[in-house]
T-cell receptor
Framework: DGGITQSPKYLFRKEGQNVTLSCEQN?????MYWYRQDPGQGLRLIYY???????QKGDIAEGYSVSREKKESFPLTVTSAQKNPTAFYLC???????????FGSGTQLSVL | GIQVEQSPPDLILQEGANSTLRCNFS?????LQWFHQNPWGQLINLFY?????KQNGRLSATTVATERYSLLYISSSQTTDSGVYFC?????????????WGLGTSLAVNP
């Protein structure tokens, strides 16, 4: 079945540690996105990529980094510079910009 | 920037009831989308609806782009309809094409 796979489902970060969230899609979509969701809030864009080897900052990119070495994969690293990382992280993809958006099941990141 | 207002913010229904959710944009947007987030966090795209009306089972959506609003109709609601409904769309003009999201309508359907 085609879809977007995020892993792990739950992740815990220690102080000063970098952690990486995985996002893989087999929909052959060009565009991929990372969103952050805080309790009771809407979605805020962290980074997005329209094509392999290219990505753009979203509204809250500070403390995060991404790579897009393969069309299928768009991992997100939460660095130690992100002082308030506890949130629900959602990966999404679309055929192209402004097209219908599909989401993975999310990763809940918490700080130990 | 463009503001998105969703109403009502919270809604409680008895199973079988109908409801209408509204999404207002402060400026014109393209390619409006409606999403449902279930209690486990999964976001499902319900409609991709730049304009006009679409129907999918008990759900239908209407977007009036010229008046900058969209409506989501839920008929004969079921407990599985519970969750948060979001609307989102990219601005119609300018270089910033990122989706603008509403804060959602939280729906609880009681048996």
């Amino acid at each position: 079945d085609g879809g977007i796979t995020q892993s792990p489902k739950y992740l815990f970060r220690k102080e000063g540690q970098n952690v990486t969230l995985s996002c893989e899609q087999n929909l052959n979509h060009d565009a991929m996105y990372w969103y952050r969701q805080d309790p009771g809030q809407g979605l805020r864009l962290i980074y997005y990529s329209q094509i392999v080897n290219d990505f753009q900052k979203g509204d809250i990119a500070e403390g995060y980094s991404v790579s897009r070495e393969k069309k299928e994969s768009f991992p997100l690293t939460v660095t130690s510079a992100q002082k308030n990382p506890t949130a629900f992280y959602l990966c999404a993809s679309s055929i192209g910009r402004d097209e219908k958006l599909f989401f993975g099941s999310g990763t809940q990141l918490s700080v130990l | 920037g463009i503001q998105v207002e969703q109403s009502p913010p919270d809604l409680i229904l008895q199973e079988g009831a109908n409801s209408t959710l509204r999404c207002n944009f402060s400026d014109s947007v393209n390619n409006l989308q409606w999403f449902h987030q279930n209690p486990w966090g999964q976001l499902i795209n319900l409609f991709y609806i730049p304009s006009g009306t679409k129907q999918n089972g008990r759900l239908s959506a209407t977007t009036v782009a010229t008046e900058r609003y969209s409506l989501l109709y839920i008929s004969s609601s079921q407990t599985t309809d519970s969750g948060v409904y979001f609307c989102a769309g990219p601005p119609n003009a300018g270089n910033n094409r990122k989706l603008i999201w509403g804060l959602g309508t939280s729906l609880a359907v009681n048996p």
